[in-house]
């Protein structure tokens, strides 16, 4: 999945790891989630699998998953190993051997090319525009459209849409075929330290209403916490979303046919007010009082926005549903709430994130490595990887259920019903405008050193960044 990154923050990509993992092995870390919650959960939906259609009528067989440790190796593996407790109770006859795969966007992409590709396999939101010309996945549409544990009618629209691709057209569309169903939906929320907000005399976010930029960077400001050698020990926010602040701002990063960089006066002015938001946030800037409330790459000595919010060097952060699961262990007491965004598109405020499952077309079992994707994507399955903290259930039935959000709520955060309301609205993000991702990693990715270089000798206005970005973002497209 691919983000805004200052090129001082660039990604540091792990070394290639592999754990395997026949299902049923223990891990060290606990995922929260009892024999006795299992139980509850599956419990309501035992008709629903007692019936003929949703049996495995396949030979007893052990199919090969996939799945990547985007937020660390155990916590990955035991949220996915709660669901496949449900799935080994429910169809006996199929074996799973886990595979949880580091730097997997790109070691997986060299396997697709090849013959080294599992049964079932994990499709990132931000993979499907590479992927699926590949022709490596099987079209899911008819399996869907005979079961009756898979409604994508009633999951969230953004949700599954992602996953189809129009062959036609190279894209994804509403109109395209299937090629993975959603594991998650992931929107990006506020946390927020509330010993920091008591110890600056300000009051807490509101739980509902999307913060206006200006008074969240007033905000932001007052957060910070100084020694008593003049040494910033804390700065009032990190994650900022670019795509929100250019989003709430009423731009965007490409024409409306994705084209070209943007030629409407409206857009282009939209897009400008969202980097300069961004770069106030970073360095001083002439004419303004509150700047500089996310930390310098020198001052975060690499660690990234959640590593800085866990050890309580950042007041607010502004994250993805699945850092619930590892937050919940923190030592303070910490909420959430949305993210602050411009008034023109406020419920644009950021990006949402998401990971699907695919199965391979040459797969020898494919009733049973459907069977799986089709438990992951139905609503036991939903429910067994929610009741992690890691995401939120595809189905916003599930996810407003009273019972439900009273169980999250009381797990931390408080104000759980945030990631519903965010969830609706926040789109997907930039790794979908384009197969060819040239445009933003050279053009707005790089350029943007200069526009948060902290020497002012060495920084460009943000009307010089985008007129250099303008020209890079059309020659990259008409690649």
């Not at 080294?116 to 996945?137: E, I, K, N, R, T």
């Not at 169903?181 to 990006?188: T, V």
């Not at 310098?296 to 959640?306: K, L």
Request: a negative charge; glycine letters at 6%; one cysteine or more.
């Amino acid at each position: 999945m691919s983000l805004f990154v200052v090129a001082a923050f660039a990604l540091l990509l792990p070394s290639c790891k592999i754990i395997n993992s026949q299902f049923g092995v223990q891990n060290n870390e606990d995922d929260g989630v009892t024999a006795d919650d299992i139980t509850q959960i599956m419990t309501k939906y035992d008709d629903i699998f007692a019936l003929p259609a949703n049996k495995y009528n396949g030979v007893p067989c052990t199919i090969s998953m996939v799945h990547w440790d985007g937020d660390g190796q155990a916590v990955e593996m035991n949220v996915i190993n709660t669901m496949l407790k449900g799935f080994k109770i429910r169809y006996p006859n199929i074996n799973v051997s886990l595979t949880i795969l580091s730097d997997y966007e790109r070691s997986y992409s060299t396997r697709l090319t090849g013959s080294d590709v599992a049964d079932v396999f994990l499709m990132p939101d931000g993979d499907v525009m590479p992927w699926a010309p590949l022709q490596v996945c099987e079209d899911l549409d008819p399996y869907i459209e005979n079961s009756e544990l898979v409604l994508t009618d009633e999951m969230y629209e953004s949700a599954v849409v992602r996953y189809k691709y129009d062959f036609s057209l190279g894209r994804c569309a509403h109109s395209g075929t299937t090629i993975a169903l959603p594991k998650d939906i992931g929107p990006m929320v506020m946390y927020y330290n509330k010993a920091a907000f008591r110890k600056a005399g300000i009051n807490y976010p509101s739980n509902t209403e999307i913060m206006n930029i200006e008074d969240a960077f007033e905000m932001w400001s007052k957060l910070k916490q100084v020694n008593n050698k003049g040494q910033i020990t804390m700065y009032g926010v990190g994650g900022l979303s670019t795509e929100g602040l250019v989003w709430s701002s009423g731009g965007d990063f490409l024409n409306e046919n994705r084209t070209s960089f943007p030629t409407d006066p409206e857009t282009i002015a939209g897009l400008k007010a969202g980097f300069s938001y961004m770069q106030r946030s970073y360095v001083n800037v002439e004419g303004y009082e509150f700047c500089q409330v996310q930390p310098p790459a020198s001052w975060s000595a690499g660690s990234d926005a959640s590593k800085l919010f866990s050890n309580q060097m950042l007041a607010c952060f502004i994250g993805l549903k699945s850092k619930v699961a590892q937050f919940r262990k923190l030592n303070f007491d910490w909420d959430v709430c949305p993210v602050p965004a411009n008034s023109v598109s406020p419920e644009k405020n950021a990006w949402s994130g998401s990971v699907g499952y695919s199965m391979f077309k040459g797969s020898q079992y494919k009733e049973a490595a459907w069977k799986l994707i089709e438990y992951i994507a139905s609503k036991e399955g939903q429910e067994l990887l929610s009741a992690t903290g890691f995401q939120i259930p595809v189905y916003p039935e599930l996810a407003e259920q009273p019972d439900y959000i009273e169980r999250e709520s009381n797990n931390m955060p408080a104000n759980f019903a945030c990631f519903l309301a965010a969830a609706e609205f926040q789109p997907i993000g930039l790794w979908s405008y384009h197969r060819n991702q040239l445009w933003k990693q050279e053009g707005y990715d790089l350029k943007a050193e200069k526009l948060f270089a902290d020497n002012p000798d060495e920084r460009i206005t943000v009307d010089q960044y985008l007129e250099e970005v303008r020209t890079i973002v059309n020659q990259k497209l008409s690649l």
